[in-house]
């Protein structure tokens, strides 16, 4: 089921309805039934991988509480990590290690053909696989106790908010609030509707009127060049921040018409001013789980140099994988990993602390920027060779400026009023995302005269209504 579909618009108003009016002792079955049935709209079959999955990580988190031998929990997280892991690498990895170690056999005059397997992805199976996975981790380490009680668990896994995309939830977050008994809070259910306006915005609004012009190009980038291709790959950074922050409001938002609040998951991350603070905004959720299990055990920043370096450049390609069986999102994680090496290699730690103001702030944003635009290539290409094509024409014709910038709106197919469309969306994002580095900006808002706040109100939902399609365009995320 998608946010931005009808379905939705009239599931959500049933739960909240039944939420509140349920005494608190059965809400976790309310819960756990709208979960389930969220999940199979999509495809009601795949509900059994993350019953598997549930099941799994629940036994063992208990089996690990009750063992006192070391090794014997050992074997219990590593069995764990297989059952799981494996399931996830069934469905979404066998093809991609199935033709990568064909082609290294084919280097070597040794002909085979791939063994492919036609199966259709399930969505948010890499976000529940790590939600349980953290979860049993963390029971291991002695962080958090075994929960005994598989409905409130199964709930806490399969929470419909989060569940296909995220926020990855830890257990010392969300558990206890899937437990608690929570009465009805007015100001904390209306921010959650504008945080939920908000999302539907930069989704609807934002990241679908850009995707048009993203997928003409990244499509079948050969049929362009010049300018055309630089367009293409700064709408793609906007329209991916746009839509899945824009998954995350709308994820969070409703989760707080429920009483329960989500982690934050992105903080103006096109606002920061080095590589590494980036990822301390961007998919929060994601990058500090890679930090806590893998990043921190294989020795973080508490090693030699060189170490370090190997420890960054291994967690991002590892995170480049996990977002899709491709070189292309390794490629895109190795990036994103260099950048980082390279930047503790010549920036000294403390200038890296240092928040700068006025040009160097401005020029240290842009760079980051350019510097994720020109990482999100590799994301969002649909080969190795797209990307490549992409990089090496995309300055093509340059040399005559007026002529590169006016054939590249052309060939996009973006003409005047357009233009002035997305650049004015472009815009309120841009005041929305600075403000919010220091204020709240929906609580901001809501300190304004009554008069003003509902006209901003208004307006954001006659502007949400005007651009919604009636195709519903998924939300990037749910590949992976």
Known sequence: MLFNSFAFAVFLPIVFILYWVLPHKIRWILMLAASYYFY???????????????????????????????????IILIGTAVAC???????????????SVTAVFRLFAIQMNPVLLNLLLPVGISFYTFQTLSYVIDVYKGDVKAEHHFGYYAAFISFFPQLVAGP?????????????????????????LKLMAWGYFKKIVIADT???????????????????????????????????????????????????????????PYFSQSIKEFWSRWHISLSTWFRDYVYIPLGGSRVGKIRHAVNLLITFLVSGLWHGANWTFVIWGGIHGLGQVIENAIVPKNKLKEKSKGCAWIIRVLFVFAFASFAWIFFVSNSLGDA?????????????????LRNGFVDIGLGKMRLLVVLFEVFLLGIYDYISLKYDCINEISKKPVLVRYFVYLSILFIILCFKASVQAEFVYFQF
């Open 85 to 99: 892991l494996g399931v996830l690498f069934f469905f979404k990895y066998f093809n991609f290690v199935s033709e």
């Open 388 to 404: 490549g094509y992409v990089i090496k024409h995309a300055f093509d014709g340059i040399t005559t400026p007026v002529a590169y």
């Open 40 to 74: 199979m709209s999509w495809n009601a079959k795949y509900v059994f991988l993350i019953l598997f999955t549930t099941i799994i990580s629940y036994a063992a988190a208990i089996l690990l509480e009750k063992t006192e031998r070391l090794r014997n929990k050992k």
């Open 168 to 192: 990855i939830e830890r257990t010392n977050n969300l558990l206890p609030q899937i437990k608690a008994e929570h009465k009805f809070d007015y100001d904390q259910a209306t921010y959650g």
């Open 210 to 268: 850009l995707s048009q012009f993203v997928s003409k190009v990244y499509d079948a980038p050969q049929g362009f060049s010049g300018f055309a291709l630089v367009l293409a790959t700064v709408f793609f950074t906007l329209q991916i921040y746009c839509d899945f922050s824009g998954y995350s409001d709308i994820a969070i938002g409703t989760a707080k018409l429920l009483g329960i609040n989500l982690m934050t998951n992105f903080k103006s």
